[in-house]
Nanobody, 112 residues
Framework: VQLVESGGGLVQPGGSLRLSCAAS????????MSWYRQAPGKERELVAH????????NYADSVKGRFTISRDNAKNTVYLQMNSLKPEDTAVYYC??????WGQGTQVTVSS
């Protein structure tokens, strides 16, 4: 089982990024998937979660209305579309599977 994140980088406040999490070794369609983030000196926190069936999702209050989690079962990939980014969104973002596996993380830095 492997989760590989990509799409992070440096973006100005108000900008957008789309993170991808490519899964291998299992089918994401059968499991809930989540994005977490960890800023320096802070605990890892849940950002967004998508259920295995029906596509229902939920979000941390701090990102509601700005971030969208989605999944493409054919590509076995989960996405996190991040709009209206703020400096406080700066963190390492991790993909997590209901199976209990983490990706290696991708750095997102929001700065002018």
């Amino acid at each position: 089982v492997q989760l590989v994140e990509s799409g992070g980088g440096l973006v100005q406040p108000g900008g957008s990024l789309r993170l991808s999490c490519a899964a291998s070794g299992f089918r994401i369609s059968s499991y809930a998937m989540s994005w977490y983030r960890q800023a320096p000196g802070k605990e890892r926190e849940l950002v967004a979660h998508i259920f295995s069936y029906g596509g229902n999702s939920n979000y941390a209050d701090s990102v509601k209305g700005r971030f969208t989690i989605s999944r493409d079962n054919a590509k076995n990939t989960v996405y996190l579309q991040m709009n209206s980014l703020k400096p406080e969104d700066t963190a390492v973002y991790y993909c997590f599977s209901q199976l209990g596996f983490w990706g290696q993380g991708t750095q997102v830095t929001v700065s002018s």
